[in-house]
């Protein structure tokens, strides 16, 4: 068994800041549980909103009260007009993140939190509608259309964004690999968005405002942003030849390649060989010859030249394509997931808080002499 990696340094890394039952990242050097569940056996059996259910209400779900859920989350996908309004002046070229931070923001606005007792239902809300809020944006800047988000024939999250994006309900394999998306990126301990979020809820602020927060931390390159920062990546390639290559040459320039490493993982992120097996029979799917190749060879340059390895955003990258998602739209939907997480978490928090606040080692100057500005330099 892998040993877990060892940890130090800056970033807080390796500090524990706190207590989750939620997930376990990395205990034996590759592993992820959700509640104590393998995100394997998830990803292979679940639908997301039996995961986004386990997170939330701390168990799975049996199936009276999965089709509860469902028949909730379906009957909550409509937008306010106020946030339509909103998201219809937001310009064509704005990053959909910033979109996604707006629209949860607007919906706070619309919807607040007046008190923890209506948390589940404010979380409920944004797991119906994130979906739409993208959808809605994108395709009214885009093809000026006004799409109605709430009578969709999909019953699932992943089936939905896809049917709002392109206008019709996706196949049964396009709607499986979102599924099994949403279920990867669901949950993952105190990674950098989910810290946010449990920092903001420390304060005993809103619900809203945790999310919206959390969505800021997630935009990255260096954490969320980095499915779409792949795709841009191996787009530049067209032969495996030529990413090895390219890859040599960043690497020798010293540059990150994005899709690789991890702050916790040691020698794989177990969300890959699943999200990376979906990318292949969506390659045979749509006939890919290159992106599915040259994905792979980058794989294997990176562990031969320097032990790094794909983490759970590399393979999205083309699995993403395949089905015809736009590569700015791809961050929007690790929203769509870790919203789940983001929220169980703001849950956890709430029900045994201390607001968070660590210390810093002063590094600035000692004492200085009030000087009046006459004097100043
Ligand atoms: C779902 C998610 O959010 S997963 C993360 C998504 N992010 C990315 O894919 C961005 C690319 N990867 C990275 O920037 C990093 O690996 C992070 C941010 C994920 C983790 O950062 P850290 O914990 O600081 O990484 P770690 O300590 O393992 O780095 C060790 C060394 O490998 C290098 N390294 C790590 N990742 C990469 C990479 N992707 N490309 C090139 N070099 C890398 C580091 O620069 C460091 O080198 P140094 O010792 O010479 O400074
Ligand atoms: O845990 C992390 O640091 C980043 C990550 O993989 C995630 O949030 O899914």
């Known amino acids: ?3 877990a990696k060892k940890l ?16 376990t990242v990395g205990k034996t050097g590759t592993g992820l549980t959700y509640r104590g569940y393998d995100v394997t056996d998830l990803a292979a059996n679940a639908q997301f909103e039996e995961v986004a259910y386990l997170l939330l209400r701390g168990k799975l779900p049996n199936q009276a009260e999965l089709d509860a859920y469902k028949a909730k989350l379906k009957s909550l996908r409509n937008l306010p007009d106020a946030l339509k309004l909103v998201l219809e002046q937001i310009p064509k070229d704005a990053h959909p993140m910033d979109v996604m931070r707006t629209g949860c923001s607007m919906l706070g606005n619309l919807e607040t939190e007046q008190d923890f007792s209506e948390q589940d239902d404010k979380i409920d809300r944004m797991l119906a509608t994130f979906p739409a809020i993208i959808t809605y ?3 009214f800047a ?20 896809l049917e709002l994006l392109h206008g019709k309900k996706p196949s049964e394999l396009h709607e499986r690999v979102m599924n099994v998306s949403l279920i990867l990126y669901a ?50 390639f067209q032969t495996p030849e030529e990413a090895e290559a390219g890859l040599m040459g960043m690497l020798e320039r010293k ?16 969300r890959n060989a699943i999200i990376k097996q979906w990318s292949e029979k969506l390659a045979k799917e749509v ?60 849950k956890e928090q709430r029900a045994n808080n201390r607001i968070i ?7 600035g100057p000692e004492h200085q002499d009030w000087l009046p500005i006459e004097e100043r330099s």
């Open 1 to 3: 068994m892998a040993e």
């Open 137 to 139: 944006w994108y395709r």
């Open 287 to 346: 006939g890919d010859t290159v992106l599915y190749p040259v994905s792979v060879r980058c794989e294997e340059v990176m562990w031969r030249e320097k032990k790094l390895f794909c983490n759970a955003d590399f393979f999205h990258a083309s699995a993403y394509h395949f089905m015809g998602i736009p590569t700015e739209l791809f961050t929007p939907i690790f929203v769509m997931s870790r919203v789940s997480g983001w929220t169980a978490h703001v």
């Open 8 to 23: 130090s340094g800056a970033g807080l890394r390796g500090q524990v800041a706190g207590e989750t039952a939620l997930c």
């Open 187 to 236: 949950e993952h301990e105190f990674n950098a968005s989910t810290f946010t979020a449990r920092v903001c809820a420390s304060t005993l602020s809103d619900i809203h405002s945790c999310v919206t927060g959390a969505i800021g931390s997630l935009r990255g390159p260096l954490h969320g942003g980095a499915n779409e920062a792949a795709m841009e990546l191996i787009q530049r």
């Open 357 to 363: 606040r660590p210390s810093a080692d002063y590094t």
């Open 142 to 161: 885009h093809e000026g259309v006004r799409i109605d988000t709430a009578n969709s024939e999909c019953d699932s999250i992943g089936g939905l964004f």
């Open 255 to 270: 540059e990150k390649i994005m899709g690789f490493g991890h702050a916790i993982y040691k020698e794989s992120d177990p």
